[in-house]
């Protein structure tokens, strides 16, 4: 079946760093693949998306790029904030079920000062 | 416009009771998800519904069951509540059309407890 993984938190980063958080997926066919960013007592809020192979999603200065060959969606922004502090999810569209989301188990992000 | 809303914030229950979680769509969404949320965990998806029909269902068992009005809001009820229903339940809305690509609009969640 389909499935996401992603890289275990929390990610703990320096106001400023560069932020990696890697995502691999297994689907059948070629599902859309989705960043949400779930903010504390919040809902989940979509952060960014890539249709289809070698698209970029960008949002906020966070990019992820859709790759095919690696079947992989890494998040990555160059110089984070202490506002970006959440947790970050990972998701693909199972093409079996129509609209439904498979997300992966999240990463939490710590930005410090 | 109106963002996703649900209602309760957060609820309390005991084994064996039922319980209803209610959510209400985006203006203009005609498509709503019902989404679980385990402590640490990533979202699960329970069932969609789209023109007050259940559109698909993940792998949740048949104490699990929903309604969608002519409004588009929607209704999750859960039977014979058990230690592991307790969870964050998210309600997302979107409009059918579009497919797949579509972004979600969740709302808050109700944090549900049963002791």
């Known amino acids: 079946g389909n499935s996401v993984t992603q890289m275990e938190g929390p990610v703990t980063l320096s106001e400023e760093a560069f932020l990696t958080i890697n995502c691999t997926y297994t689907?059948?066919?070629?599902?859309?693949l989705f960043w949400y960013v779930q903010y504390p007592g919040e809902g989940l809020q979509l952060l960014l998306k890539?249709?289809?192979?070698?698209d970029k999603g960008s949002n906020k200065g966070f990019e992820a790029t859709y790759r095919k060959e690696t079947t992989s969606f890494h998040l990555e922004k160059g110089s984070v904030q202490v506002s970006d502090s959440a947790v970050y999810f990972c998701a693909l569209s199972d093409l079996t079920s129509f609209q439904k989301l498979v997300f992966g188990t999240g990463t939490r992000l710590l930005v410090s000062p | 416009e109106t963002g996703v809303t649900q209602s309760p914030t957060h609820l309390i229950k005991t084994r064996g009771q039922q319980v209803t979680l209610r959510c209400s769509s985006q203006s203009g969404h005609n498509t709503v998800s019902w989404y679980q949320q385990a402590l640490g965990q990533g979202p699960q998806f329970i069932f969609q519904y789209y023109r007050e029909e259940e559109n698909g269902r993940g792998n949740f068992p048949p104490r699990f069951s929903g309604l969608q009005f002519p409004n588009y809001s929607s209704e999750l009820n859960v039977n014979a509540l058990e230690l592991d229903d307790s969870a964050l339940y998210l309600c997302?809305?979107?409009?059918?059309?579009?497919?797949?690509?579509?972004?979600?609009?969740f709302g808050p969640g109700t944090r549900l407890t049963v002791l």
């Open positions: 689907a059948t066919g070629y599902p859309s």
């Open positions: 997302a809305s979107s409009p059918a059309e579009g497919g797949p690509n579509n972004e979600q609009f």
């Open positions: 890539a249709t289809k192979a070698d």
